[in-house]
């Protein structure tokens, strides 16, 4: 664990530390000057010394208005090194999932990788200003019991024994803390799940009248979370209710000294006030040592999810040894393909074979199940465990650098994805180099250009929630157009026409073939009658090179 803090506040361990340790001082000396001036007060009034209480207070006024001063630099201080921590700790873990294998994201869900992205960095963040405040509290609580010890070393040694069985009790009460919180985190992922997919899943789930059987299962899986988490509560409760007993032993324990005290006369009235004031700190001493603990145990769950991202392979963007293209007759070449799924013994590919000219047009068809998708994402390097050989402009694939796979080729998925932006911006992700010139012709072939312009601000329309306001066959269209801005000499297009009526369908293909004829497209679609038209058709059923 503390490795991974440590990983945490890699440049900044000085930093924290100096601005903790500041902090932790600055409070520390307002604490003991507390209870000093409360003895000296107390003192002077039994004494009946007057000089000597004026004396008391105008050293306290002035040594509490440098600590106001100090006190809200060095919190600040300390502040911006948690928060830098944390910014960089979020930019690394939002890098990570952008940059991992797509292997990966087959075996987690999106409800998981939210939680951690998002509750479980929080958790990591409370954990540092936990281990500035045990840093406090150690300070507060030696110096008190430092204090308190040269005081009565009696009344010392009693209040550290009661405190010393609270920490044990503490340790036999949660030792079921860590296994808890796991299922919590689960539990609390399935619920992000349910959530994503209702979203993703609303038209149909209206469509067909399962809101109250989405809204029973939610029901269920929060029913589930909330009983988990009655284990974590009542945890606290039990350590929460041991710490209220302590503290009245303590209390306790002071009153029936001081009432013996006052038995015995006047002299001890200042130092027991002050013992009063001083065994708060030994008090949040214990209680901060329990509290990281408890901490500590929870966020082992977090932290371990973390790494998990952080620690997990990235996809080899550097393992180009080649960079350029060969000029080639076959864009393509892949010979003796096997591939399946992981967890998966059935093979998708089998022996497979196939040859794609250069320039040519061809489609790419089979029923569901016969690795069209497959073939693709093996094209575009998102898998890389395949026993065969896939070349591409004459290099095997799997050693030509991810960054330069998906510059020589573009990819237009059946399902559009349009982010937060205008038409214009979301069209641009194709190439950010494209002129808009360059953008009315994608759009002009793909028909959307007409479209677009009814829109209320045209190409600078804002897009909001996947693009809400568009029909899925105006995003999808957005999306070809897109594909075709790409400098990328081959493109491929997962189910083109799919959201497209028959006549804009067979214009598209007609056009495609006259903009894309010194490029290289492979077109996947069920429609055999669009797929005719093309150079070649391959069905994935029953091809054979």
Excluded at 315 to 335: A, G, T
Aim: charge should be neutral; hydrophobic fraction near 45%.
């Amino acid at each position: 664990m503390l490795k991974q803090i440590n990983r945490l506040l890699v440049n900044n361990k000085v930093r924290f530390t100096s601005y903790v340790f500041i902090d932790s001082v600055v409070r520390v000396a307002l604490f003991i000057i507390q209870a000093l001036v409360i003895k000296s007060v107390v003192d002077s009034v039994i004494e009946n010394n007057s000089e000597k209480l004026i004396i008391s207070i105008i050293c306290f006024v002035i040594l509490v208005g440098l600590i106001s001063v100090l006190g809200p630099i060095s919190n600040y201080g300390m502040v911006k090194v948690i928060k830098k921590a944390i910014y960089r700790l979020k930019y690394d873990v939002f890098s990570m999932l952008t940059n991992l294998d797509i292997g990966f994201f087959d075996n987690h869900t999106d409800g998981d990788l939210i939680s951690i992205s998002l509750n479980d960095i929080e958790y990591v963040e409370h954990i540092l200003y936990s281990i500035s405040s045990l840093i406090f509290a150690i300070l507060f609580g030696a110096t008190s019991m430092v204090m308190m010890f040269i005081l009565s070393w009696e009344l010392t040694i009693i209040i550290v024994i009661v405190q010393f069985a609270y920490t044990i009790g503490v340790k036999k009460l949660s030792r079921n803390l860590t296994v808890y919180n796991q299922e919590v985190v689960r539990k609390r992922g399935k619920l992000n799940q349910i959530i994503v997919s209702t979203i993703d899943s609303l038209d149909y789930i209206k469509t067909s009248q399962l809101e109250k059987y989405w809204i029973s299962k939610f029901e269920s899986l929060d029913n589930s979370y909330i009983a988990v988490q009655k284990n974590l509560l009542r945890i606290n409760k039990n350590i929460s209710s041991l710490g209220i007993l302590v503290e009245g032993l303590n209390l306790a324990i002071i009153i029936i000294i001081g009432m013996y005290v006052l038995k015995m006369g006047t002299d001890g009235i200042g130092s027991l006030m002050a013992i009063f004031q001083l065994q708060t700190g030994v008090s949040l001493l214990f209680e901060s040592v329990n509290r990281i603990y408890l901490d500590l145990k929870t966020s082992k769950v977090s932290f371990d999810r973390i790494n998990m991202i952080l620690d997990e392979p990235v996809e080899s963007i550097e393992k180009s040894i080649y960079k350029d293209r060969k000029s080639e007759e076959y864009v393509i070449k892949i010979r003796n393909l096997e591939f399946s799924y992981s967890g998966i013994s059935e093979n998708i590919f089998n022996n497979f074979n196939l040859d794609v000219k250069r320039g040519e047009i061809i489609g790419i068809v089979g029923e569901s199940g016969v690795g069209k998708s497959t073939l693709v994402k093996l094209l575009l390097g998102y898998y890389e465990a395949y026993n065969g050989n896939i070349k591409l402009y004459g290099h095997d694939i799997s050693r030509i650098s991810t960054h330069n796979l998906r510059k020589w080729i573009a990819f237009s998925p059946q399902k559009t994805y349009l982010f937060d932006g205008t038409v214009m911006e979301n069209i641009q992700f194709g190439n950010l180099d494209a002129t808009e010139n360059q953008i009315y012709e994608a759009t002009k072939l793909t028909q959307a250009h007409d479209f677009i312009l009814e829109l209320c601000d045209g190409y600078n329309t804002k897009l909001r929630n996947n693009g809400q306001n568009l029909s899925e066959g105006q995003k999808h269209r957005i999306g070809l157009a897109r594909a075709l801005i790409t400098n990328c000499e081959t493109i491929i297009f997962d189910e083109p026409t799919a959201s497209l009526d028959k006549i804009t369908s067979f214009e598209f293909v007609k056009e495609l073939k006259e903009y894309c004829k010194d490029k290289t497209v492979i077109l996947i679609s069920h429609d055999s009658h669009l797929t005719s038209s093309l150079d070649r058709i391959v069905d994935l059923a029953n091809y054979k090179l």
